[in-house]
C-alpha cells in the first residue's frame, strides 16, 4: 500500500467521506459526510453533550467514537462543556447510540475505499472472433 | 413521548450508508467480510438500544434475541432491495431454478434455454428425443 493511499484513509478516517473526495468520488463523499455528521451531532444533542467519560457505563458505545477523528474531536468538545439538559434522560442512551454508529460507519465507509491498481490486461481475441 | 421513534432515522441513515458503500467494496472478499461484521455490529447496537426502550429495565432473553434477529434482517433486507443489481440477479436466478425444474413453463431467462415448450422441455430434450 503506497503512502498516497494511506495518506488517502488517513483523511477518510479525520473527516467522513474525505477519502471518496480525494479519490474523486465527490458526490459519495458529500453524502457520506452529511449523513454520518449529522448522526453524529444529532447524539450529542439528543445525549446533551454529556461528558465523553461518561460513556465508560458503556464499553460498547466507546469504541464507536474511535471510527473517526471528527467524532473524537467533537466528543472531546463535548466533554469540555456542561450538560445542557435539553433532552429528557430517557433520550441519552439513544444519543449514545447514534455517536457510536456514526463512528462505526465511518470505518466502514473507509474499508469502502480502494486503492488505485494498475490497468486492465487486454483481454486475449478468441479464434473465433478472429476468424 | 415514546423514545422508539428515535431508531428509525437512525436505521435509514444505516442501511442508506450500508448500500452506498457495497459498490465501492464488491469485489474484495475480505473487506466485504469487514463490512459484513461492521454493519452487524451496527445492528447489534441499534437492536438492544429498541429492545431496552421497549423493555425498559427489564429486559428479557428472548425479547432480545426476537428483535436483534428482527432488526438484522431489517438491515440486510432494506440493503438487498437498495442493491437493485443483485436483487434481479437473485430473482433471474430462482426464474432459471423454477424453469429448469418444469415449474415455470416457457419462462426466458438469461443464457438459459429461450422458448421452452409447455412443461418444462428444452429445445435441447426436444432434439434428444425425450418428451
Redesign the interface.
Known amino acids: 500500500m503506497d503512502l498516497g493511499f494511506f495518506a488517502v484513509l488517513v483523511v477518510a478516517w479525520l473527516i467522513p467521506g474525505g477519502g471518496?473526495i480525494l479519490t474523486g468520488?465527490t458526490g459519495?463523499g458529500i453524502?457520506?459526510f452529511f449523513?454520518?455528521f449529522l448522526?453524529f451531532v444529532?447524539g450529542l444533542v439528543?445525549a446533551d453533550f454529556r461528558k465523553l467519560g461518561y460513556i465508560w457505563d458503556n464499553a460498547?458505545?466507546l469504541v464507536?467514537h474511535f471510527g473517526s477523528g471528527m467524532s473524537l474531536l467533537l466528543a472531546g468538545f463535548a466533554a469540555s462543556q456542561a450538560p445542557r439538559e435539553w433532552m429528557?434522560v430517557?433520550?441519552h442512551?439513544?444519543g449514545q447510540?447514534?455517536m457510536?454508529?456514526a463512528g462505526?460507519?465511518n470505518?466502514?465507509?473507509m474499508?469502502?475505499?480502494?486503492p488505485p491498481g494498475p490497468a486492465p490486461a487486454p483481454q486475449p481475441v478468441s479464434a473465433e472472433k478472429r476468424a | 413521548m415514546n423514545t422508539i421513534w428515535l431508531y428509525f432515522p437512525l436505521c435509514l441513515v444505516t442501511s442508506l450508508v450500508l448500500a452506498a458503500s457495497r459498490e465501492d467494496g464488491a469485489g474484495k472478499t475480505i473487506v466485504k467480510g469487514l463490512q459484513t461484521f461492521v454493519a452487524f455490529t451496527v445492528a447489534v447496537a441499534i437492536g438492544c438500544g429498541v429492545l431496552w426502550t421497549i423493555q425498559w429495565k427489564q429486559p428479557s432473553k428472548q425479547a432480545f434475541l426476537i428483535g436483534v434477529g428482527a432488526l438484522v434482517l431489517f438491515f440486510w433486507a432494506l440493503h438487498y432491495v437498495l442493491n437493485t443489481q443483485a436483487f434481479l440477479r437473485l430473482g433471474g436466478r430462482v426464474a432459471a431454478t423454477l424453469h429448469a425444474n418444469g415449474v415455470l413453463p416457457g419462462v426466458k431467462t438469461p443464457g438459459g434455454p429461450a422458448g421452452a415448450a409447455p412443461g418444462g422441455s428444452t429445445p435441447a430434450d426436444r432434439a434428444a428425443g425425450s418428451p
Open positions: 471518496h468520488k459519495k453524502f457520506f449523513a454520518l448522526t444529532a439528543l460498547f458505545y464507536g429528557p430517557r433520550f442512551d439513544a447510540l447514534y457510536s454508529v462505526l460507519l470505518v466502514l465507509v474499508m469502502s475505499l480502494r
